[in-house]
């Protein structure tokens, strides 16, 4: 069975210095990675997504992810943030026509 | 762009009361979902629906129930809330076949059950 883990529930950073977000996941099936976003009181919206090709993806907002199969991740990186960037970032697996989500990791991007 | 509505951002209920919650998509979607989101526990799928008529439960559907009659239209309904039903509520949708895609999320309902 797919499984996610965010290790990091908070993560506070300075503006404008780098920021790694990251998720590990499990599946005995071939996987499909997202990222998504979710700012204050609204819903959530993909930053990017790995279906296969290059294991560098970049998304939305500058932020790009790595899909790394030998260490089971996909960490989320952005080389500076901005206070804008505060948001809850949660990573996910797709199962079969299912998303699986991990708990969330909430960037805190202080001025 | 793809839109899904939801029919309300909040809403406060009583315990015991029958509740529903809409979600419209405009997309001509045949996969919904229905997801909870409470802090430190992220998403968790309640129920989704493939086609028309179609169910099937997610990871946490005691409570809930859906309908959908309509392709663009998804339904859950608490039968009976409770105040452990207390949560945001998130409606998705994305295309079904061939690889997965994206999925579409509306607002979310702040629903809180007194």
């Known amino acids: 069975a797919q499984s996610v883990t965010q290790l990091d529930s908070q993560v506070p950073v300075f503006e404008e210095a780098p920021v790694e977000l990251r998720c590990n996941y499990s599946?005995?099936?071939?996987?499909?990675l997202f990222w998504y976003v979710q700012y204050p009181n609204q819903g959530l919206q993909l930053l990017l997504k790995?279906?296969?090709?290059?294991?560098l993806v970049k998304g939305i907002n500058g932020f790009e992810a790595e899909f790394n199969k030998s260490q089971t991740s996909f960490h989320l990186r952005k080389p500076s943030v901005h206070i804008s960037d505060t948001a809850e970032y949660f990573c996910?697996?797709?199962?079969?026509?299912?998303?699986?989500f991990g708990t969330g990791t909430l960037l805190a991007v202080q001025p | 762009d793809v839109k899904v509505t939801q029919s309300s951002r909040y809403l406060v209920k009583r315990t015991g009361e029958k509740v529903f919650l809409e979600c419209v998509q405009d997309?001509?979607?045949?996969?919904m979902f229905w997801y909870r989101q409470d802090p430190g526990l992220g998403l968790r799928l309640i129920y989704f629906?493939?086609?028309?008529?179609?169910?099937e439960k997610g990871d946490i559907p005691e409570g809930y129930s859906v309908s959908r009659e309509k392709k663009e239209r998804f339904s859950l309904i608490l039968e009976s809330a409770s105040t452990n039903q207390t949560s945001m509520y998130l409606c998705?949708?994305?295309?079904?076949?061939?690889?997965?895609?994206?999925?579409?999320f509306g607002p979310g309902t702040r629903l809180t059950v007194l």
């Open positions: 599946s005995s099936v071939s996987v499909y």
């Open positions: 996910a697996v797709s199962a079969t026509n299912k998303l699986i």
């Open positions: 997309m001509d979607h045949e996969n």
């Open positions: 998705a949708s994305r295309s079904a076949g061939g690889p997965p895609d994206t999925q579409y």
């Open positions: 790995y279906l296969s090709g290059s294991t």
């Open positions: 629906s493939y086609d028309v008529k179609m169910k």
